[in-house]
């Protein structure tokens, strides 16, 4: 009988527990659908500040404006954290066409990637080798590469439902085609765009030459998917196609940015540190809503709901703006660095930088113990339609704070629409729902919650 009552009340206590998260879930989510400040904070990062490149003058004034926004809503402290960071500049615009025969051309749609040097003199003007995979540059050798344009042109894989894994799958050309064709005297490397969609927008995006001497670097550009499509198709019927583009780009001196930082101090825990963030820096084609203005505001938002709705967090809840993800992760690795130094105790790591579309839920870079502690949640969810609680990539900015205890998690929206917009002219503020930057924002504060309340299973238990 004793027995009995006790299995009685444990199953009282944890329907009220049930009970009581899902009003506080209730009233985080009126919180952000009825007043919600993410959109508004986007509208202005994104069509008053726009591009958000590393070191540029959109970047500093990002800083500014996200810092006094976070200095409005009533935090215990709000500091900049300086990083020096890269200054890469595009320059006027890039050119390139397609030449058949002598004077017949056809314009296509380019733009440099980042990091890359500057074409020389008047621009490249070569035939094409086309190839599918940086493998393949080793089977055809220097003796038919040299003196050539290098155009990778393997696809997305366009069979994976996970985008992201279709991009991991092709984005190594992007990222070391350059180095690799210029050990083989390439004049130059066109890299299709990670992009699943036929269009004419290039995506841009980070590359490196590794060691590559100065002297032996080769210039490089995206290509849009429909510029790659001709390009090739045209190759195939006229492999004596000559492609001619001019890049305007260069590398600048180091510069001082700033990553924004925010917190509520915990009321019972203040040591135990929550970060929440996306990086503020992004490519300058477009104005960088969804890559990761989406992220920032989302992360902004999460403590102003905090304070609305009265929340008071037993543990220190850190919003992070990380800047200079896009081309070097400084500002991760500064405050993973400075954060070691002051050896604080980081225990959980929320990143979103994935888009501002419709929250599927959360993949986690944690141990089984905490994954099925999040996985316990999912039926607290499921009235936001939110049901992914996986284990899997938390996110770049927070990866280099990853030891044996801390909890990562990442936003996980649906994931179908985001490489039409990845990195490319057509990330603007438009493409941007409200509704599900909203939903996002929410979802986020949730998961935020339900740690503080309930904290992290030690990596001694099971």
């Known amino acids: 009988m004793k027995k009995l009552s006790v299995l009685l009340l444990l199953v009282f206590v944890q329907a009220f527990a049930q009970t009581e998260d899902e009003k506080q879930l209730r009233s985080i989510y009126d919180a952000a659908l009825k ?121 997305m894989d366009p069979k994976l439902v996970n985008t992201f894994e279709a991009y991991s799958g092709a984005v190594d050309q992007r990222g070391r085609g350059a180095a690799e064709a210029g050990k083989y005297e390439a004049l130059g490397v ?20 590794g060691d590559t001497p100065e002297s032996e670097r080769v210039p490089a550009a995206a290509i849009s998917t429909n510029g790659a499509d001709l390009l090739s198709a045209t190759l195939r019927l006229n492999p004596e196609t000559k492609f001619f583009f001019k890049l305007n780009c260069k590398q600048l001196e180091e510069v001082q940015s700033y990553n924004v930082i925010g917190e509520i101090k915990g009321s019972t825990h203040p040591d135990e540190i929550m970060v929440i963030g996306g990086h503020l820096d992004s490519w300058d084609l477009g104005d960088g809503s969804h890559d990761d203005g989406a992220g920032c505001v989302q992360s902004m938002e999460a403590l102003r709901i905090f304070k609305k709705i009265g929340y008071k967090p037993k543990r220190t809840i850190r919003v992070v703006l990380f800047m200079n993800e896009e081309n070097g992760l400084r500002g991760g690795l500064k405050y993973a660095e400075i954060a070691k130094n002051k050896n604080e105790n980081h225990v959980f790591a929320l990143e979103s930088d994935s888009g501002g579309f419709t929250p599927r839920g959360f993949s986690f870079n944690a141990s089984e113990a905490n994954l099925k502690q999040a996985q316990s949640w999912k039926s607290i969810f499921e009235p936001y339609n939110i049901h992914m609680f996986v284990k899997g990539y938390a996110g770049a900015d ?17 994931s179908q629409r985001y490489f039409d917009h990845h990195h490319a002219e057509n990330d603007t503020f438009e493409h941007v729902n409200r509704r599900e930057l909203e939903q996002g924002a929410a979802a986020m504060t949730s998961l935020l919650y339900l740690f503080d309340k309930y904290g992290i299973v030690p990596s001694d238990k099971k």
């Not at 066109?190 to 030459?209: E, Q, T």
């Not at 030891?403 to 649906?414: C, E, K, S, W």
Request: proline letters at 6%.
């Open 398 to 414: 927070i990866g280099p704070l990853k030891n044996d205890q801390i909890v990562m998690a990442g936003l996980r929206p649906d």
């Open 190 to 209: 066109i890299v299709r765009s990670m992009n699943l969609r036929l269009d004419d927008y290039p995506h841009a995006g980070g590359m490196s030459y």
């Open 35 to 155: 007043d919600g400040k993410a959109y508004p904070w986007l509208n202005y990062l994104s069509n008053q500040i726009g591009g958000r490149l590393s070191g540029s003058v959109q970047a500093q004034q990002a800083v500014d404006y996200t810092k006094a926004q976070m200095d409005s809503l009533g935090l215990d402290r709000v500091w900049l954290q300086p990083v020096m960071v890269p200054k890469w500049v595009r320059g006027t615009p890039e050119f390139a066409y397609l030449e058949t025969a002598p004077g017949v051309t056809s314009n296509v749609p380019i733009c440099a990637l980042g990091g890359s040097i500057a074409t020389y003199g008047r621009g490249v003007k070569a035939n094409v080798i086309e190839v599918q995979s940086i493998e393949e540059l080793a089977t055809l050798g220097k003796e038919k590469i040299s003196g050539k344009i290098v155009f990778f042109n393997r696809p």
